[in-house]
T-cell receptor, first 116, second 117 residues
Framework: DTEVTQTPKHLVMGMTNKKSLKCEQH?????MYWYKQKAKKPPELMFV???????INESVPSRFSPECPNSSLLNLHLHALQPEDSALYLC???????????????FGPGTRLLVL | SQQGEEDPQALSIQEGENATMNCSYK?????LQWYRQNSGRGLVHLIL?????REKHSGRLRVTLDTSKKSSSLLITASRAADTASYFC?????????????????FGKGTKLSVIP
């Protein structure tokens, strides 16, 4: 299984809502990532988890709250978002250093988020 | 921060022609990877070239890496309409912060390739 799944595929939320994005992989990868991608722009790294511990937070506002409940799951909790947070949110997984055959990342299809 | 810069930003060619995309980067890397993204979807890994390699092939793809110039190129030969997509280079750097670490990818701005049947 070389698939990363993300739910939901589309999400529309108001600025006062609380929602969560979910990501799952069963490739045994111990590094998982959240990226944000605005239209016609490249993905920008938001968070990195390594062995279920947050290792990188790229100065993301606190209205985005990541969570890694176990080695297969990654969540992104959303609260009080702004319209400018509308984007495609991509999850990825990959190997950690030292257990590498290929240092590639496997991406999910993304959640397209619209904040009204 | 965005490190890779792709050139051109957009490329339109006829089916059967070759497509060449270039990428430049600024800092030292472990490897450089190329990804493809169909309109608004997830990214698919195409090919990886390590910092000690100069050229690599995979099917119709050929990647070169010049670490002295901090640049890479992706060549797609005999293009097909199905190759229409955005192509991103991504530099991979080892991040050992907080224990086990991870590979951190920094993506370039991308090249939008259109292959006309």
């Amino acid at each position: 299984d070389t698939e990363v799944t993300q739910t939901p595929k589309h999400l529309v939320m108001g600025m006062t809502n609380k929602k969560s994005l979910k990501c799952e992989q069963h490739m045994g990868h111990r590094a998982m990532y959240w990226y944000k991608q605005k239209a016609k722009k490249p993905p920008e790294l938001m968070f990195v988890y390594s062995y279920e511990k947050l290792s990188i937070n790229e100065s993301v506002p606190s209205r985005f709250s990541p969570e890694c409940p176990n080695s297969s799951l990654l969540n992104l909790h959303l609260h009080a978002l702004q319209p400018e947070d509308s984007a495609l949110y991509l999850c990825a997984s990959g190997p950690v250093p030292g257990r590498v055959v290929r240092e590639t990342q496997y991406f999910g299809p993304g959640t397209r988020l619209l904040v009204l | 921060s965005q490190q890779g810069e792709e050139d051109p930003q957009a490329l339109s060619i006829q089916e059967g022609e070759n497509a060449t995309m270039n990428c430049s980067y600024k800092t030292s890397i472990n490897n450089l990877q190329w990804y493809r993204q169909n309109s608004g979807r997830g990214l698919v890994h195409l090919i990886l070239i390590r910092s000690n390699e100069r050229e690599k092939h995979s099917g119709r793809l050929r990647v070169t890496l010049d670490t002295s110039k901090k640049s890479s190129s992706l060549l797609i030969t005999a293009s097909r309409a199905a190759d229409t997509a955005s192509y991103f280079c991504a530099t991979a750097a080892l991040n050992l912060y907080s224990g086990a670490g991870s590979y951190q990818l920094t993506f370039g701005k991308g090249t939008k390739l259109s292959v006309i049947p």
